[in-house]
C-alpha cells in the first residue's frame, strides 16, 4: 500500500482533491437544507437511536465535520486527511440551528468547539430519518431529565408566587364577609331593640322581618343575582319542618330582646351548644366526655350572668331558651330531611325557610296581638315625634336582620365549620359589648364574669366538638 502510494503521487493527489470536492458538495448541500428545513420546522427531531457512543474533541480545536458522521467511508481516513476536511466543516458549525430532518441512519447531538458530541446510531437500514441537533456556544449541556426538572421547578414557583395574590384575595374577602357579618348583626340588634322599645309587639316586627327576607330574595332571583333554585313538591315537604323550626326560633328571640336587655338575651343564646349536645344525644347521637365537659362552664354561666342580671325578666329568659331549642331543632332536622337537595345552596335554601316561615307565623301574629297594633302605632308615633324616623328603623330591623344571615352563609361557604363556631362565638362578644355601649346598660361585675365564663364555654366547645371529630371520638348521625 505504501509502495503503490509512492509510486503514484498524482493519483494519490487526484483522488484526495475528489474526496474533499465532494466533502465540499455534501457539506454546502447539508447548509442549504439546514437552513430551509429549519425556517419552517425549526423543532422537528426524530429519532431512532438504540445505542451511544461519546467522543472528545478535546485534542484540537477545529469543529467536527458533520459530513464525516454522515457519511461512513469518510471515517476511515488518516488523521491527516481528515484535518483537511476541518475547512469544509467549518462552514456548517456557524449554522448549527439544527433540530433537522436528513436522510440518514444516525442521530447526531453536535457540540460547539472544546465541549464533547454524542453519536445515537441505530441499526435500522440507510436512509431511516434522523435528526440532527447542536448546543449553542458556551452553554452546558443537561441531560433531559434535569431541564425538564428545572422547567417544572420553575412552574411551580410561577404558581407558587401567583397564588399569593390569590391568597390575599380570598383572605381579604373572607375579613370582608366577616366584617359585614358582624356589622349587619349590630345594626339588626340596635334597630330591632329600639323599634321593640317605642312598639313592643314582636311578632309583628318578627313577621315583618321575614317579609322583608322574602321580598330580598325574589330580587335577587329575580335580577339573576342569584341562581334560582328548581322547586319540586318534595323540597317543599321537606321544608316545612326546618321552616317551623326557624319560626320558633326568630319569634321566641325576638319576644326575649323585647323584655330585657339584647346582652343578656344573647349570653343566653350562648347556651345553643347544650341543647345541641342533649337533643342529639336523644336522637342516638354519641358524643365523648370532653365535649360533656366543655358545656359545663356555658351552664355556669348563663347561670351566674341571669341572676345577676339588672334587667332579669322571665319572658325573657324563657324566650331566649326557647329559641335556642328552635334552632337547635331547625338544624338536626334540617341534616335529616335536606339530605337528598344538597344541590340547593345555602343562600336559596335560607331564602325559602324565611318564604315559608313568613306563612307560618304572619296568621299566627294576627291572633296573639293583632287588635292592638293600631293603638300601638299611634303610642309609637307620638313618643318619637317623627313617623320617618320609625319607619327607617323598622325597615333597617328588617333588612339588616336578613343581610346578617345572608352573610353568615356566605362565611360558612367560604371557612371550615369549626371557624365560623369561633366566628359566631366572637361575634356574640362584639353584639354584647355594642348593645351596652349604646343603650348604657348597666352592667355588673358578676354579671360581666357570668357572661365572659359562658362565652368561653362556647368557644371551648367548639374546639372539643372539632378535635373529637377529626379524632374519631365523636359519632354523629346526619
Known sequence: ????????????????????????????????????????TPNLTYSSSISTVTFSQSDHQYPINASLLLNPNLLNRTPHQRSLSHVSASLTTPFARLGTKVSSFSKIHIYPVGLSFQIQ?????????????????????????????????ANSGGESAASEPKTNNKTLRLGLVFGLWYFQNIVFNVYNKKVLNLFPFPWLLASFQLFVGSVWMFMLWSLKLQPRPKIS????????????????????????????????????????????????????????????????????????????????????LWGALISNVGFVLRNIYSKRSLQSFKEVNGLNLYGWITIISLLYLFPVAIFVEGSQWVQGYHQAIQAIGKPSIFYIWVLLSGVFYHLYNQSSYQALDEISP??????????????????????????????ALGSAIAIFGTFLYSQVTAASKKSGGGKEED
Open 1 to 40: 500500500m505504501e509502495e503503490r502510494i509512492i509510486r503514484y503521487p498524482k493519483r494519490k493527489a487526484f483522488i484526495s482533491l475528489l474526496d474533499h470536492l465532494r466533502n465540499l458538495v455534501l457539506d454546502l448541500q447539508i447548509l442549504v437544507f439546514t437552513e430551509s428545513l429549519s425556517m419552517f
Open 418 to 447: 369549626l371557624t365560623f363556631s369561633v366566628g359566631n362565638t366572637m361575634k356574640r362578644v362584639v353584639v354584647i359589648v355594642s348593645t351596652v355601649l349604646v343603650f348604657r346598660n348597666p352592667v355588673r361585675p358578676m354579671n
Open 233 to 316: 313538591k318534595p323540597f317543599l315537604i321537606a321544608l316545612l319542618g326546618p321552616a317551623l323550626f326557624h319560626t320558633i326560633g326568630h319569634i321566641s328571640a325576638c319576644v326575649s330582646f323585647s323584655k330585657v336587655a339584647v346582652s343578656f338575651t344573647h349570653v343566653i343564646k350562648s347556651s345553643e351548644p347544650v341543647f345541641s349536645v342533649v337533643f342529639s344525644s336523644f336522637l342516638g347521637n354519641t358524643y365523648p366526655f370532653q365535649v360533656w365537659l366543655s358545656i359545663l362552664p356555658i351552664v355556669l354561666g348563663c347561670a351566674l350572668a341571669a341572676i345577676t342580671e339588672v334587667s332579669f325578666n322571665f319572658q325573657g
Open 121 to 153: 446510531s441505530s441499526t435500522t437500514k440507510i436512509g431511516h430519518s434522523s435528526s440532527l441537533s447542536a448546543k449553542p456556544c458556551g452553554l452546558s449541556s443537561k441531560p433531559r431529565s434535569q431541564v425538564s426538572r428545572a422547567a417544572s421547578e
